[in-house]
């Protein structure tokens, strides 16, 4: 069975992403790229290494179709083709699908209360490890 395996990241909306990210760098001190910040981390039972991201992304953005809200959360899975398959026999199916990444598989599907959640199944090894 497939599984969710941690958060890969949490994408939001800003009318101005670069106003944003430079007020996340002055008030909390954290460095943003263009696109947001990609926080390292160690799993301490496997010790595989990985990120979390916080996206930034322009309110006209596409990339959360069709998701009502302002905000996509991005969990990381084990196996995205088991997963599609055992959301499928739940009546669950993706808004989005992507070809492969050099840094993994990723699948839009909808979620509660008009949420976006987009699955991510990291490359092996992760290009993004720290």
């Keep these: 069975m497939a599984k969710i395996t941690g ?4 994408f939001f909306k800003s ?10 760098t002055e008030n909390l001190g954290l460095p943003m ?3 947001g910040q990609m926080f390292p981390w160690l799993d301490r039972k496997t010790g595989k290494k990985g990120s979390t991201v916080l996206g930034l992304h322009s ?11 302002e ?19 739940k009546g669950i199916t ?3 699908t992507f070809p492969p990444e050099p840094n993994g ?5 909808p ?12 490359a092996d090894p992760d290009p993004y490890d720290p």
Excluded: C
Aim: hydrophobic letters at 40%.
């Design 7 to 10: 958060v890969g990241g949490f």
């Design 15 to 24: 009318a101005d992403p670069a106003q944003t990210g430079k007020w996340m």
């Design 33 to 35: 790229e263009s696109w």
């Design 59 to 69: 309110k006209t953005s596409d990339y959360f179709t069709g998701s009502t809200r």
């Design 71 to 89: 905000f996509m959360l991005n969990l990381r899975v084990d196996d995205l083709e088991a997963m599609l398959v055992e959301l499928a026999k």
């Design 94 to 96: 993706p808004v989005r």
């Design 105 to 109: 598989k990723f699948a839009h599907v």
């Design 111 to 122: 979620g509660p209360d008009g949420i976006t959640i987009e699955l991510w199944e990291p």
